[in-house]
T-cell receptor, first 114, second 111 residues
Framework: DSGVTQTPKHLITATGQRVTLRCSPR?????VYWYQQSLDQGLQFLIQ???????AKGNILERFSAQQFPDLHSELNLSSLELGDSALYFC?????????????FGPGTRLTVT | GENVEQHPSTLSVQEGDSAVIKCTYSDSASNYFPWYKQELGKRPQLIID?????GEKKDQRIAVTLNKTAKHFSLHITETQPEDSAVYFCAARNTGNQFYFGTGTSLTVIP
């Protein structure tokens, strides 16, 4: 167990809908990352937050948005869903000040768009 | 930005043999290089890492080497076992604490 939690584990929804994925980082970690992994694909970096502020953006579509809250949990919002958005979405956390800077992944949310 | 290349994309070895996966990076300021193992449908798990001030690190059957001058690092697995079969990702972290991943290597260990 990495200490990073994600909910829900599975999500099935229809095209055009909107969903919210939730992530709680490891205790003390300030940075949260979101990744998308489609079938047999690598990890596509979407976005990074550090202590509530957006730090870096990757290949994130305009239909997607995220935020990190004061308690450091993060949400990834996916709207106007398309079939191609079906994927595993991972959250990872890092940066506990004064400690190591390893990045640990949550168990992922499997999104299926029908 | 950083660019991480990983080779090979697939690798098959006989049980007991060694496996080597190589990665190169472009940003000389990158300072931390983790390796992740991912089994089908599961989360990537950190298996070993190395910082830029170290040339080699070993943990039982797994070792990582780093050549800062050439900007490449490698994962070495000795005495491979069937349970080592998985996809392995390398990554490089820059000074902004952003992680750049390689495209993955699918390792199959044949019993």
């Amino acid at each position: 167990d990495s200490g990073v939690t994600q909910t829900p584990k599975h999500l099935i929804t229809a095209t055009g809908q909107r969903v919210t994925l939730r992530c709680s980082p490891r205790s003390g970690d300030l940075s949260v990352y979101w990744y998308q992994q489609s079938l047999d694909q690598g990890l596509q970096f979407l976005i990074q937050y550090y202590n509530g502020e957006e730090r870096a953006k990757g290949n994130i579509l305009e239909r997607f948005s995220a935020q990190q809250f004061p308690d450091l949990h993060s949400e990834l919002n996916l709207s106007s869903l398309e079939l191609g958005d079906s994927a595993l979405y991972f959250c990872a956390s890092s940066v506990t000040p004064g400690q190591n800077y390893e990045q640990y992944f949550g168990p992922g949310t499997r999104l299926t768009v029908t | 930005g950083e660019n991480v290349e990983q080779h090979p994309s697939t690798l098959s070895v006989q049980e007991g043999d060694s496996a080597v996966i190589k990665c190169t990076y472009s940003d000389s300021a990158s300072n931390y290089f983790p390796w992740y193992k991912q089994e089908l449908g599961k989360r990537p798990q950190l298996i070993i890492d190395i910082r830029s001030n170290v040339g080699e690190k070993k943990d039982q059957r797994i070792a990582v080497t780093l050549n800062k001058t050439a900007k490449h690092f490698s994962l070495h697995i000795t005495e491979t076992q069937p349970e080592d079969s998985a996809v392995y990702f390398c990554a490089a972290r820059n000074t902004g604490n952003q992680f750049y991943f390689g495209t993955g290597t699918s390792l199959t260990v044949i019993p």
